[in-house]
């Protein structure tokens, strides 16, 4: 077997893995799982303009932004009040930012859009057991 199709087998099976997985998470666990994955996807994308892989940048910006799609789409913004308008304004903001990531290759901003994600992160994380 060639190294491409065993990236490939990987791939595939870490797409079913993560669907099932997805399956029987809950909803809290769930906007956990989009935000690891747009910090893995802004990682990515950094290493594909390091390596100057502009075709791999943009596929993984592509990405990243589906994913900022995904969490707008789970925000309440009747019952989320003050803090899901905010997370909205923010989710907005880092969406503009990728776009001019993408324009000019720029790492500071993924650095910085990923830093502003790994801040709700942490916030999210600490939202207690008994109210996720």
Known sequence: MRPNMYRNNAHKYAEVHSESVAEDA???KLIQMLMS???MRINAAKGAIARGDFQEKSIQISKATGIIGGLIDGLDLEKGGEIAN???GLYDYINMRLFVATAENDTAILDEVGGLMREVQTA???IPEMYR
């Open 37 to 39: 994955g747009f910090l």
């Open 124 to 126: 999210w994380n600490a």
């Open 26 to 28: 809950s909803p809290h």
């Open 86 to 88: 905010n997370l909205n």
